[in-house]
T-cell receptor, first 114, second 112 residues
Framework: QQPVQSPQAVILREGEDAVINCSSSKALYSVHWYRQKHGEAPVFLMILLKGGEQKGHEKISASFNEKKQQSSLYLTASQLSYSGTYFCGTASLSSGGGADGLTFGKGTHLIIQP | DGGITQSPKYLFRKEGQNVTLSCEQNLNHDAMYWYRQDPGQGLRLIYYSQIVNDFQKGDIAEGYSVSREKKESFPLTVTSAQKNPTAFYLC???????????FGSGTRLTVV
């Protein structure tokens, strides 16, 4: 079963912040976050592992609430280059922790305007 | 530089034809995956392989076949049994489950 991402789309002005959420009905081993530009391959942003953690990468960070099986991606002071579609990919404990492949959400379209 | 190479970038298939999509990696990754992407659907897993000479069906394997004869290569064949093959196909690899995936640049398949 696919994780549920929200919102489906976001339009921001440059410099504004955004939060993208990912929620699963399964007990998770990890949550991955990827960004995809139109017609290109998804690019790995970060992975959060079981145990509940937060990670940061420049102005992009994420959290993983293991009890709720939810993850959030935070984009701070957004730049034009942040535009694209963001996907979360989840690895459940029952799927070998991701060895059997990730299950991806349907994506969140992020548009940053000047 | 290490990475994943998918070819061709664009592929056109006639009704009833089988076509093979190439995926080659030089990252020395054990695990390789094939995903299908349709507009608004996210990525759906077709097949995966954790080791040479072994592969498993994913969520939407019907109408597809794969082989893993070499660590570097994981080709996907779209058979005539796949009734709606028009999609963007992505190959990925991973060194272990605690690391992210590296994706190829994709093959866009269109039925004509």
């Amino acid at each position: 079963q696919q994780p549920v991402q929200s919102p489906q789309a976001v339009i921001l002005r440059e410099g504004e912040d955004a939060v993208i959420n990912c929620s699963s009905s399964k007990a998770l081993y990890s949550v991955h976050w990827y960004r995809q530009k139109h017609g290109e391959a998804p690019v790995f942003l970060m992975i959060l592992l079981k145990g509940g953690e937060q990670k940061g990468h420049e102005k992009i960070s994420a959290s993983f609430n293991e009890k709720k099986q939810q993850s959030s991606l935070y984009l701070t002071a957004s730049q034009l280059s942040y535009s694209g579609t963001y996907f979360c990919g989840t690895a459940s404990l029952s799927s070998g922790g991701g060895a059997d492949g990730l299950t991806f959400g349907k994506g969140t379209h992020l548009i940053i305007q000047p | 530089d290490g990475g994943i190479t998918q070819s061709p970038k664009y592929l056109f298939r006639k009704e009833g034809q089988n076509v093979t999509l190439s995926c080659e990696q030089n990252l020395n990754h054990d695990a390789m995956y094939w995903y299908r992407q349709d507009p608004g659907q996210g990525l759906r897993l077709i097949y995966y392989s954790q080791i040479v000479n072994d592969f498993q069906k994913g969520d939407i394997a019907e109408g597809y076949s794969v082989s893993r004869e070499k660590k570097e290569s994981f080709p996907l064949t779209v058979t005539s049994a796949q009734k709606n093959p028009t999609a963007f196909y992505l190959c990925a690899s991973s060194i272990d489950r605690a690391r992210g995936y590296t994706f190829g640049s994709g093959t866009r398949l269109t039925v004509v």
